[in-house]
């Protein structure tokens, strides 16, 4: 007796190769994102003419009731502890709200200073 061939099924694409692919775009992309914390409150931020943005990694929150946020520390006394350590060569970026009193931000200025920051830069919006 003879019987017929099973046909041989055609072989199908490997899909390894799109795999590999869409792991490495994932690592690019993580490598090239700038993850950034959500902010500690809402700061609605005054608005100003300026030619040059104030530019910087370290941010210091002021919100419209006057409390302040850096990094993970909330509160003045978290806040200027956690800013001991602080390069005295980078500037302090300030986000307050646009509701703050200058005198919340002249009080907090000296207390600044007697924990080593120099330089201070207020965020605003451009108009």
């Known amino acids: 007796m ?3 061939r099973p046909r041989r ?3 199908g694409e490997s899909i390894i ?7 490495l775009l994932l690592i690019f992309f993580l490598m ?3 993850i950034v914390p959500p902010e ?3 700061v609605e931020l005054p608005e100003a003419a300026v030619e040059t943005p104030a530019e910087g990694q370290s941010i210091l929150h002021i919100s419209a009731e006057g409390d302040l946020a850096f990094g993970g520390a909330q509160g003045e006394e978290a806040v200027l502890a956690a800013l001991a350590g602080f390069d005295p060569d980078e500037p302090l ?3 307050a709200d646009k509701t703050v009193q200058g005198a919340v931000i002249a009080t907090l200025l000296p207390k600044l200073a007697s924990v080593g920051i120099r330089q201070v830069k207020l965020v605003s919006a451009t108009r």
Do not use: E, G, Q, S
């Open 2 to 4: 003879r019987f017929a």
């Open 9 to 11: 099924r055609p072989k």
């Open 17 to 23: 190769p799109m795999i590999n692919v869409v792991f």
């Open 32 to 34: 090239t994102a700038r």
């Open 40 to 42: 500690p409150f809402a």
């Open 93 to 95: 970026m300030l986000r």
